[in-house]
């Protein structure tokens, strides 16, 4: 299948497909996250297919301090899910532009030293993630490569790239077309709009809900499974917990129809309860691998534990060690991000005109705190984005800022990417990331002025609409 990114994307496309085969050794460097790892899958056995040697390393970020990581070798490397933002770290590393290629979705940084891009975002391409541009090389190398659509779709959904409009769009929904073409994806439209619904109890699936919220459902477990029971949808004991997936069609609907009445009638909108999910049929049902956005947890909970390698094994089908491993993962990274929700909710958020934020010290892990601010935002106000500060164990004269917003404050202005940049910049750090999340490495003890200098940036980006937001 043909599909039309951009005359702009699909040069770079080409371009990268061709410097990738001139090459005898590559180095992939690619993010821990679930679009990171996603990223390196696609591209490792892309190039191994070329019968060309490839080896990777994952970065926690590209960074100072983790910049010694990056091998100083002979092999060509390629930067996935990162590298856009922190040219000037490769040019001090001495790194030459005919040895890099950049392939990421992340605001291009300036820089005097021409390395080769694969970038989206000059194209206005603003839905679509490393892994799926990684997708978009790997089929230019070898069209046979579309087996690879799967991990490149779960690398989107892993990424939100599906959260706006509650399904992917463009060369992301394209790449879902070749999965689907291939066999190894199936959609559903118009499904449930719910994280863990192939794996999770439905109530619990309900509760957790909260885009749309549907009032005495979303945040009340017991609501939850009352409105199952009213409207004669249980288990054939009525104790047996439902898993949405495996409902039949009939019961799927009449699940909805009642949703749709509940939103109604407390006059909410019902568009954002429907979206399309993506399963994966050579999945086993029940298992989180089976459902694209369960699989992205997986991958992250790799990532954030410091074992990406686990998560890149399982992308390229590990279904035995690795897979247990990352089960194991999943479910100490989950406890942990329970007990960080629960720390933000008790001990609560300073607030300021157009932020909130908490600094959670050396309690929990950094490489959780972003997903944290998320899950918190959605019980605090989701009208001001929120920042959580945490220590770094590893530099005692960092600190490190992730902040989260929604769909709905972006619209009115808000580009926490452009916020974390200038203001880290401001104070010797460096920051990055996309509109609605972010993250920034300041100087330990620039901490206040840091997190009031991002309000006064906010309250700028606003501009006048935000004095009614106060």
Known sequence: MRMETGTGVDAEVATAAEIIRRQQEVTVISHIDADGISSEAILSQAIAREGIAVKSVFVRQLEPLTMHQVPKDRTFKIFTDLGAGQQNL??????????????????????????????????????????????????????????????AVIGNVGDMMAREHCGLTGPARGIVEDGVTHGSIVVRPHDLNCYGTSTRALHVCLAYNDDPFISGISNDVNGARRFLKKIGIQGDDGRR?????????????KIMCALVEQLMANGEPFERLFCETYLFPGEREGEPLRNAQEFATVLNACGRWARPDIGGAICRGDRSIAYRDAKKMLANHRAVIRELLQFILDTGVAELTHLQYIHVGNRFPDTIVGIGAGMALSKLNWQKPILILCELPEDATLVKASMRTTERIVARGVDLQAAASTVSAEFGGSGGGHKIAAGAYIPRGSEERFVNRVNELLGEQLGPASAGHR
């Not at 030293?113 to 070898?142: E, M, W």
């Not at 917990?241 to 609907?253: A, H, M, N, T, V």
């Open 241 to 253: 917990d439902l898993i949405w997936e495996g409902l039949p069609f009939p019961e799927r609907k």
């Open 90 to 151: 490769l040019q001090e590393r001495g790194l030459d532009p005919e040895d890099v290629l950049i392939i990421d979705h992340h605001v291009s940084q300036p820089c005097e030293t021409p390395y080769v891009q694969v970038n989206c975002i000059p194209h206005g391409l603003l839905k679509l993630s490393a892994a799926g541009l990684a997708y978009l090389v790997a089929r230019r190398l070898d069209p046979d490569n579309c087996d690879l659509a799967k991990i």
